[in-house]
């Protein structure tokens, strides 16, 4: 899997730059044939304003060519004319709405020796040499004596518009793309690593199982022995055994349980008022054998002066097992385990501190993950499935309560969790 991915990820990158190279392509040709398309309307417009000009003119009763006579700038007169500065202006705004052209325009008429006739306020005379002017003449059949229509218009802003929503068009669906694609790697990874942990899972749960399968087996054939039948305190010893190591499987299993109702939120918590130094004495108590065995140094710094939380008393008191024996599973030699207490405000925080292995960034940012199990070098030689600390981070939550770490390699970790006072 992990020799694919490097090939799955040039595709997608390869498959972007050959889409994103299409748009651009794409938009460069939409916006020429826009712009095309802009300039046949336009003449298209202006010469459907010479013909309603020239159909006018041969209904003329007075029977006049069209005329135009020079005109002073700002004064719009002209004798023997069949229209009007305003009306050239307005039908001219007429044809450019019909091909949906709203941009602002100046126009101006011209005789063959290009004397401008009629023209509108703001027209200059540069415009007759700019790439936005479009002209018609008004006579073709007369070339040579004919008036020209030029219509100066800008129409940058159009197509500024235009660009800018084909480039917002393009930009928003190739980002969906880029997402359903980095949506898609991180399924993939998501699965890999869900794959991972599923074996890790299974080769723990074969290996905490085999133990006490093999410890009962081996119980069960001496509980058969006729030397040890006739011994009572062997069979005793045995059937405690039997029944030890049937414990420590239920106990597995329960685990796996409570992680399965904790997903399926399935647990109901049954809510109390507890004084939570004494259950860190039961703790201590319990767990001092336990500590004896292994040489550690256990000691409380209760300095918390409000100590009563609403809590569940049983996941509550679990919760402190797990990180002791979290502490225990990952010390070292000679192991050095401090609980502490103190007020914060209306809380109540609980420290368990540990001189361990400690752990590394990456490894604090997954402990509470489901499975997930930190690596004692390359190998996990440390018992368990990874479900502890899920099952803390599970009932803290639950509890409207708050839990930390802080953890340096090599230099132990600190777990923090905090409860509102009751």
């Known amino acids: 899997m992990k020799k694919i991915f490097p090939v799955i990820i040039s595709l997608i990158v390869v498959s972007l ?17 826009k712009r095309e398309q802009y300039d046949h309307d336009i003449i298209s417009s202006l010469n459907n304003v010479r013909e309603v000009i020239n159909v006018k003119k041969d209904k003329s009763i007075l029977g006049f060519q069209l005329q135009f006579q020079p005109m002073s700038f700002g004064k719009f007169i002209a004798t023997s004319t069949v229209y009007t500065n305003y009306e050239i202006q307005e039908l001219i705004r007429y044809e450019f709405r019909k091909n949906n052209i709203r941009q602002p325009f100046e126009f101006c008429i011209k005789n063959q020796v290009s004397t401008p006739l009629m023209y509108s306020s703001g027209f200059k005379s540069e415009y007759f040499d700019s790439e936005h002017n479009y002209s018609v003449l008004l006579n073709p059949e007369v070339y040579v004596s004919s008036e020209s229509l030029n219509v100066y218009i800008e129409p940058d802003n159009y197509f500024k518009n235009h660009l800018a929503t084909l480039l917002l068009f393009a930009a928003l669906f190739t980002s969906v793309i880029i997402a359903a694609f980095v949506l898609t790697l991180k399924t993939m990874l998501s699965q890999s690593k869900l794959s991972e942990i599923k074996s890790d899972f299974i080769n723990n749960m074969t290996h905490e199982f085999k133990t006490p399968i093999a410890t009962i087996q081996l119980a069960s054939d001496a509980l058969n022995n006729e030397k040890v039948i006739s011994n009572k305190e062997q069979i005793k010893y045995y059937s405690s055994i039997i029944k030890e190591e049937n414990r420590r499987m239920n106990k597995q299993v329960e685990k796996i349980l409570q992680a399965a109702q904790l ?11 507890i004084n939570v130094h004494d259950v860190l004495n039961r703790v201590a108590e319990n767990t001092k054998l336990q500590m004896e065995e292994i040489g550690a140094t256990f000691s409380l710094h209760l300095m918390a002066t409000k100590v009563v939380i609403n809590a569940d008393e049983v996941h509550f008191t679990n919760i402190m097992f797990n990180l002791v024996d979290n502490a225990i599973k990952y010390s070292k030699e000679n192991p050095v385990i401090e609980i502490s207490t103190r007020n914060v405000d209306n809380t109540i925080h609980i420290s368990i501190k540990d001189n361990g292995i400690g752990m590394d960034k990456e490894t604090q940012n997954h402990i509470f993950e489901k499975f997930y199990r930190a690596h004692t070098g390359n190998l996990h030689n440390v018992k368990g499935f990874g479900l502890g600390l899920t099952y803390v981070k599970n009932i803290v939550d639950a509890h409207k309560g708050k839990i930390s770490v802080e953890s340096e390699l090599n230099n132990g970790s600190t ?8």
């Not at 730059?17 to 044939?33: A, C, E, P």
């Not at 997903?263 to 008022?273: G, H, N, P, V």
Request: no cysteine.
């Open 263 to 273: 997903e399926k939120d399935e647990i109901t918590l049954q809510y109390k008022k």
């Open 415 to 422: 777990f923090t969790i905090s409860f509102n006072l009751a």
């Open 17 to 33: 730059l050959g889409i994103i190279y299409l748009q651009v392509d794409w938009i460069s040709g939409t916006m020429k044939l």
